[in-house]
């Protein structure tokens, strides 16, 4: 029997009464029945897993195990800070990246951005997206996703590495380096699951300016390319937080 599963902000053993959009989805869309299994995650790294007992329209009442921590979530700790983008881009940003495990998303406006601003709505889109993401991937961990702040006003976790086709050191010369006490981000320490925390820094079309590449490297940031090509900037970070998530599970 399939299970199906489902965001339930606060869990707890027993008995859950779900409405709004994951109730409609349970029910109209899945039409699931009594007796369905659910596997329930509360964006914060629990799960529980619990069973179907009541459908209607707009209610859909489940009977859950006791929570537990998950164990699919990533121990490196990746943060996506993003400029904002044409279109419909950041939506693929935020999807791809809550796939592969990434933590957190700040979204900033940097001089070469096209977009200025992002409205409440599509902020809250990116959200749902996130939360959509991490259901469909099989996570219990919905990334944050931040407000709109200035590039200068960023504060990176941990290792900071700015994505800069130009830069001189490669993704790989950066990560052998020793950046915490002797330990280091090499695939070796990642297949170790060493528990660190790292922001990635990607610019909007135009890339960042030099002088804004400049300003984060002397805050102690490291400047890196990922190879010899040069990547869309909906593609960038992606490809950074892959190299780095996908490691650890090889």
Known sequence: MRTHRVFVSQLSEGERVL???EAQHLAQVL????GARVRAFDGRGLEAGGVVTQTDALRVTLKLDPPEPSAVEASLSVTLAVALLKGDKLSDVVRQGTE??????MLFVSERCD??????NKLGRLRRVAQEAAKQSGRSVVPEVTEV???GSLKP?????????????TLRIVLSQPVFGQQTLSEQALEKHITERVTIVTGPEGGLTSA?????TQAGAHAVRLGARILRAETAPVALAAALLIPEAL
Request: net charge neutral; aromatic share 2%.
């Open 100 to 105: 592969l495990g990434v933590a957190r998303f």
């Open 19 to 21: 409405t709004g959009r």
């Open 31 to 34: 039409r699931v029945q009594p």
């Open 149 to 151: 702040q200035k590039l």
């Open 115 to 120: 977009v200025r601003e992002l409205s409440v």
């Open 212 to 216: 804004e590449v400049a300003a984060l």
């Open 157 to 169: 976790d941990g290792l900071c590495l700015v994505a800069q086709p130009q830069a001189e050191e």
